[in-house]
């Protein structure tokens, strides 16, 4: 068996390796040290040699895990041994006889790129069936990988003269069934690039690699993974087109609620329960609708801020007669994403609004509740007011009460004085205490008053 035309990433790209004894002439490593520092090297592009037929999957990888992938990994040819750990850098290399398989794991999608000679019927008219069947895997591995497909696309790379572009724009144009392509003329014009942005009857987008015959299987690498990169992202990124879409009724159905909320707070003709619970519910509307497409609108964001970075790195030069992908991308991607950021900036306005119209309307209570407060006070004082008053009264009647009494006392031991011959008129000597009783009952309410204040 001859060595494989398309090998695995060369040495050095592969992460470095740090030996113990190295380690010791330095402080106690970071627990995150490797780890950051070999992600550069986490993603390596492939080595590819001209001509090579490039079969890419990207699927989305919510509720799959690493050992249902790990498991269908196992099912290829020759392999089998293959364990969850094998999986935990997200990148492996399989080596499948002359062919390699790439496996990679992100956040949000898992990408399957095959490698492998160039079936000789692979750019005929309606090769479909050839290129199924040249597989040097079964068909129905590729259609059994776990997860749901967001991108798929058939890459040929291959050799030949670009100095020429409309000669090779015009024979690409039976691989494509005649439908109108893109191309663009790719760095100092080393390559040709060429697709139509369509899926075929095998589910496959196409894209055509055109380079020249010097091309070192690096610079084929890195060209087909800034062409994958680019046509996933872009799909990714406008996943949140839809959900921009369905978030408009939502938007100005709260919105709609929001105005007339503050339009009754202007015009003070609701009651603030009212307008509190018709708060709750549209904001409430509004936090569910943050929670449900705002981590889609930041992730789109992401990715068209690669789709871009990936377009420059391309660095493409217009062939006459069509335009660059580049320019039919962003032509194409520019409205989409705007309307993104729109109903991410409305949702973000949104949120905003519904705080101030919340401030606004607690502002509303609070001065309602500071009036019952004092209207309350009043009265607390009012009353207070009223009840020192009767204290009084009960004070000056309870002198006079007491001073009774004593009165009384005195006057019954005058007459008990008088039944035992003391020669006194009980009665004068009552009626004359009464005064002096009357101050000192008195005298002796104030300084109780005293000590208790």
């Known amino acids: 068996m001859k060595a494989p035309t398309s090998p695995l990433p060369a040495p050095d790209a592969l992460p470095a390796v740090v030996s113990t004894e190295s380690m010791a002439l330095l402080p106690p490593a970071d627990p995150l040290r490797v780890i950051v520092h ?7 592009p492939a080595r590819i040699r001209l001509p090579a ?23 290829l040819p020759g392999q089998g041994r293959l364990t ?28 399957y790129m095959l490698i492998q000679d160039l079936p000789p ?6 090769a479909a069936a050839a290129v199924a069947d040249a597989l040097c895997i079964a068909p129905a591995w590729l259609a059994g990988i776990p997860g749901r497909t967001i991108a798929a696309i058939q890459l040929v790379l291959t050799s030949g ?40 009857a095998d589910g496959y987008e196409r894209v055509l690699v055109i380079a020249r015959p010097d091309t070192t299987p690096a ?16 799909l990714m990124a406008l996943r949140g087109l839809p959900a921009a879409k369905e978030l408009q009724p939502v938007l100005a159905q709260s919105e709609a609620g929001l105005a007339g909320i503050t339009a009754e707070l202007e015009s ?21 609708a943050t929670a449900q497409y705002a981590y889609r609108f930041s992730a789109t964001q992401a990715y068209d801020a690669l789709v871009r970075q990936r377009i420059a790195e391309l660095r493409e030069r217009p062939v006459p007669g069509t335009q660059t992908i580049g320019e039919f991308m962003q032509r194409r991607l520019s409205p989409a994403i705007a309307t993104v950021a729109a109903a991410a900036a409305r949702l973000s306005s949104l949120s905003q609004r519904i705080e101030r119209t919340s401030a606004l309307l607690r502002t509303r209570v609070d001065i309602a509740t500071e009036k019952q407060n004092q209207q309350l006070l009043a009265k607390l004082t009012r009353g207070q007011e009223l009840q020192l008053r009767l204290q009084a009264t009960v004070e000056g009647l309870s002198i006079a009460a007491i ?16 039944a035992t011959g003391v020669p006194i008129n009980p009665e004068m000597a009552a009626g004359g205490m009464v005064p002096l009783v009357l101050f000192g009952v008195w005298r002796l309410t104030r300084r109780i008053h005293a000590r208790l204040h």
């Open 121 to 126: 019927a692979a750019l005929a008219d309606g």
């Open 403 to 418: 001073s009774y009494y004593v009165v009384s006392l005195l006057l019954y031991a005058g007459k008990s004085l008088k």
């Open 53 to 75: 037929l490039v079969m890419f999957v990207a699927v989305l990888n919510d509720g799959v895990e690493r050992a249902q992938e790990c498991e269908h990994l196992n099912r």
């Open 161 to 200: 003269d670009v100095s020429q572009p409309e000669d090779a724009l015009a024979a690409a144009q039976q691989w494509f069934g005649g439908r109108t392509v893109v191309a663009s003329l790719l760095g100092n014009g080393h390559s040709l690039a060429l697709t139509d942005f369509r899926l075929h």
């Open 38 to 44: 070999d992600e550069v090297h986490a993603r390596p």
């Open 268 to 288: 003070r003709a609701a009651s603030e329960d009212m307008l509190l619970d018709t708060l709750i519910h549209v904001a409430a509307r509004v936090e569910r």
């Open 219 to 234: 610079r084929a690498g890195r060209i087909a993974q800034r062409l994958l990169d680019l046509e996933t992202y872009r």
């Open 84 to 111: 969850a750990g094998d999986l935990q850098h997200n990148f492996l290399g399989l080596a499948l006889g002359e062919a390699v398989l790439r496996w990679e794991r992100h956040g949000e999608f898992t990408r």
